[in-house]
């Protein structure tokens, strides 16, 4: 399946020369989401929610249904793309809710380090610039 995208100027904005013809992307949106449901089926559904497992199936689907809208003189993204790719979403991934992060603090001798390598740093430089400030008529 090649788009051709880049050859077609869909990297900014499209000046539409004809009105959108809805029905035809309609007619066609649909060859991208079967595409991507067949990428879909080499993927785990078990690591569906793991966008590394299938980023370039989706920037395929994605490109395809730009490709469809500007084909039927669209603008894309528009209403009736977003909820073609709404109700992909929800086909494949409903199960991938995002959970609150329970976050912890680290272990002490992490956090130890964490506050005194800086406490350090901050000392040997005050100690630096003071000693270099006694020092000037040798250094300069």
């Known amino acids: 399946m090649t788009l051709g995208l880049a050859g077609?100027?869909?990297a900014g904005a499209h000046q539409q020369t004809r009105p959108c013809n809805e029905s035809l992307m309609l007619e066609k949106l649909p060859a991208c989401g079967k595409f991507?449901?067949?990428m879909m089926k080499k993927v785990d559904s078990k690591k569906w929610c793991n966008l590394t497992e299938f980023i370039k199936?989706?920037?395929i689907f994605t490109q395809?249904?730009?490709h469809e809208a500007f084909y039927a003189s669209c603008f894309w993204p528009n209403?009736?793309?977003e909820g073609?790719?709404?109700r992909i979403h929800k086909q494949f991934f409903s199960n991938c809710t995002s959970e609150d992060v329970l976050w912890?603090?680290?272990p002490d001798e992490i956090l130890i380090t964490l506050i005194l390598i800086p406490v350090m740093l901050?000392?040997?430089m005050i100690t630096l610039v003071v000693w270099c400030s006694k020092r000037s008529d040798i250094l300069a």
Do not use: M, R, S
Request: aromatic share 16%; net charge negative; hydrophobic share 30%.
């Open 8 to 10: 077609e100027g869909l």
């Open 36 to 38: 991507f449901e067949e």
């Open 57 to 59: 199936y989706y920037d």
């Open 64 to 66: 395809c249904t730009e």
């Open 79 to 81: 209403p009736l793309v």
């Open 84 to 86: 073609f790719i709404t």
């Open 104 to 106: 912890e603090d680290p």
């Open 122 to 124: 901050t000392c040997a």
